[in-house]
Structure formats: structure tokens, C-alpha cells
């Protein structure tokens, strides 16, 4: 075969995630050996704009020196140490601090993982064990929403409303129902305004509670902009109307900002934008910027205290993992943290971010494209087959796929969620790297367009 020995390597024994494992053994992996400032290298020597921030998380981007050295120096003071049984390190008290600073106090309490899916399994858990504690034993139920990811493990898939994540995995869990998408390109019906469609996903919501029992119904989950299922900024009224059906059947909210949290959205959370006063709120990705696993589980004062509590009743909060609050990872989080605040970020995601929003709506009268939204540094472009419909492509994903495989021969690493484009670049880039990102774009899309005959 074409492949390089690393690559024959590759398909032999890795098996990868998210990927067609048939596919690969024909198409093999690009194998990304350095990164520097926004872009990447692979170990053909090609150059990409890393468009999407690897998986919508580095923020400071690649090759920081300063992550390095914090890194190192935790590791040559103490690589390892855990957190359970009444053991604690300076780095976790520091972050833990750092992170309830940051929250201006409206949390008060940081549990750590080492990833979104075991966050939102320990989110979970502690719904349930805070309703136990309150003697609410029916009251279980969570309800997520139809395209909304929270990740893979048992209990996060199952919160996760997309098909893929239960197809055969024998998920979702019987406590976890999703109700709709606020996308209002797709969902939205003729004649109906964004207000209007908001109004319609809050009666839904109610009346899906209703319909299960409030009291059978804890929480309700949600990412304030929707990543992975296709980039979905909701109306404006949306969020507002949600949480009042939330706080009137006492559930509690649960804000999953792992990709919206530090600032992507302009902000330095997705819940400020919106307005949401979440009671559980679940961070990771740019916390670190990636350069270590970390996540981090934040609560109020309410829940914070309920659980505390019951523990003591218990004799323990069991649960918790090996490398729950790692020296390394959170002294990483504690540096890029410092550079976030002190290279103003989440301020150039909002100013670099409306160039980037007004540069991809440009693109808005080609004639691939259906839809162009986002907020800061997030976006997406849907493409359709034909825009005054909005007809989707058939198969549905074609388009996307051509566009990221493209994309890469014009330098530019995007992320195709079917036929929607996403873009998620640092939160380091500046207005002339906008303007580079968008035209080999814009250059893709015309290739593409050409390849499809459309
Ligand atoms: N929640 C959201 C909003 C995410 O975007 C992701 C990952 O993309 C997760 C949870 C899961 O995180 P992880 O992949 O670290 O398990």
C-alpha cells in the first residue's frame, strides 16, 4: 500500500474514536506532529489553520511555553498525588479556588474529573444523591435535548441526543428524555417568528414534565450554545423561558459549559450571555486548553451543601477518581487560566469573534450555503443542496465531507458535523488570521461547489 510505516503502524493497532474503522484501514490517519500558535504541522511537513482549536479546546493555542513550564515544575515537585480520604495538594486548592473566583461566586464548589463524559456521569450521580438526601427518591429524571452532546460514557451518551451515541450501544438510560433542538433554521416552522419558536420549545418542555411527572423530573441539562451537534445558538428568549419551566417544577440546571466556558462566546461563560443561573455547571476543554485532561464539576451553594451533608450521613461521598484534581493538570489550568485573563482572551473572542461572525456571513449568498450563525469565536455554516428550500444534501454529510477533505489541501483543518461546517479557532487569533481562515475557506467551498456540480 501508499501508507508510511507509521501510518501501517496506526491501523494495525490503534483502534480510534469517532471514526469509520473500516474507512480508515483504506484512508489511513494524517498524522499531526507539532503545533505553534494557531496552526499545526503533520509529518509530511504541511501546514494547517487549525480552525476547530483541535476539539474546540485550546485555547492559548499550540506550543505555549508557558503550560510547559508549569507543567514541568509540578511534575519535578510532585508528579502524582490524589485527593481522596482527606489528602489535598496545593494545585487543586488553588484552582478550586481560581475557579469559584472566576464564577464571581455564584458557585462555591468544584469537584474534579478528567474529562466532559465522566464530569457529566459525576453530575449524574449527584443529581440522584442530592435528591436521596432530600428523601426525593422518584425524582430522577433528567432531560437533555435532541442534538446536545455531553459526552459517551454510560450515563453522559445517554444525555447526548444523538443517535449515533445510542445506536447499539443499548442507550439512552430509561432515566434520561430529550426534548427538542432549539435550531430555528431547521426546526423553526413557515411563518413562525424565533419568539414564537422559543415560546413553542418552553410549552414542550413543560408539557413533556408534565407528562412524566414533576416529580419524577431532577434536572435539566444543557450546553448554552450547542457544539457538537452543529453549532446552535438558540433565540434569544430561549434560555430565559426554559429556566422559568425549570425553577417552576424545582428542577435543578445543569449548564454543561465545556465548550463554551473561558470564553469562547465572548464571555467568560456561555451562561452569562443567556442570562442562565445555573445550579450545576460542568467545565473542561479550555480550562487547560486541553495540554492535560482536566474537567471540572461546579456547584451552588444549595446543591453543594445537600451533598456535603448526606456524605457525612453516609460516611462518604463514594466516588471519585484516581486522578481527581492531578497536580499536573491543575497546575496547567492554574497558568492557562493566568494567560486568559492577562492576555484579555475572552475580551478578543468577543471583538476578533464579531470579525470572525461578519467575514463567514459573507459567505451567506453562496450558493452552497443554507444558514451562517454563531457567537464569538464559534460558528457554523450549514450547506444545502438548495438554499431556498433548504434542501439538505443527499446522502446527507456529502457536502461536508468534500469540504474537510478540501479544506485540508488549501491548509485548513474545519470539522464537518454532516453537512455543517464548524469553526472554532483559539482564542489567540487575531483579525488577520480571521481574514486568512474565512478566504481558504471561501476557496474550498467554491472547489467543492465546482466537484459537486450544484
Ligand atoms: N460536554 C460537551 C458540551 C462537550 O462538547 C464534550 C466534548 O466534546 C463533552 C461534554 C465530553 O467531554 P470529553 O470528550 O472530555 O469526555
Redesign the pocket.
Known sequence: SSFSPAQSRDIKHQMHPYTNDVAHKTIGPRIIERGEGIYVYDDQGNKFLEAMAG??SVAVGFGEPRLVEAATRQLQKLPYYHTFTHKSHSPSIELAEKLVDYTQGRMSRVFFTN????A?DTVVKMVWYYNNALGRTQKKKIISRKRG????TVA?ASMTGLVGNHRDFDLPLPQMKHTSCPHFYREGQPGESEVDFASRMEAELEAMIIQEGPETVAAFIG?PVM??GGVIVPPDTYWGKIQAVCRKYDLLIIA?E??TGFGRLGKRFGSDVYGIEPDIM?L?KQITSSYQPL?AVMLNDDVASVISEHSGRLGSFGHGYTASGHPVATAVAIENLNIIQERKLVENAATTGAIMQAALRELAGHPLVGEVRGLGLIAAVELVADKESRRPFDPLGKAGAAVYGRAHENGLIVRAIQDTIAFCPPLIITPEQVSDMVARFAKTLDEVQKSLQV
Open positions: 476539539l474546540w474529562s466532559g463524559s465522566e457529566n452532546y455531553h459526552g459517551v453522559s450546553e457544539g457538537a454543561d465545556v465548550i460542568v473542561s474537567a
